[in-house]
């Protein structure tokens, strides 16, 4: 089992910058492909960005393309999301996920089996 916690949401203006961590704590991070999700209010929990196992691999929706970027660092068991140019439609609730039966990172949050309780992020126009 592993848990997690992400941690460096806040409130920020358009065209500005924050960056998410995800700490792991449990069994090895490395064998888990890892995702970052995002729900706002009303609307379905999607998918925002993955990365695999060894980080050699990245994923992104489109809409973020360009702007956040994900990485790990399988040391010290984290997972981060930089967000850049941020937008009000970025507002949501940040969660990070982990998935351990395939290396990389699924973007259907119904396949991961560890979450975190989540990081508001919100974008004030």
């Known amino acids: 089992q592993v848990q997690l916690v992400e941690s460096g949401g806040g409130l920020v203006q358009a065209g500005g910058s924050l960056r998410l961590s995800c700490a792991a704590s449990g069994r090895t991070f490395s064998v888990y492909a890892m995702g970052w999700f995002r729900q706002a209010p009303g609307k379905e929990r999607d998918f925002v960005s993955g990365?695999?196992?060894?980080?050699?691999?990245?994923y992104y929706t489109d809409s973020v393309k360009g702007r956040f970027t994900i990485s790990r660092d399988n040391a010290k068991n984290t997972v981060y999301l930089q967000m850049n140019s941020l937008k009000p439609e970025d507002t949501a609730v940040y969660y990070c996920a982990a998935e351990r039966t395939t290396w990389y990172p699924p973007r259907e949050y119904t396949e991961y089996d560890y979450w975190g309780q989540g990081t508001q992020v919100t974008v004030s126009s």
């Open positions: 990365i695999s196992r060894s980080g050699g691999s990245t």
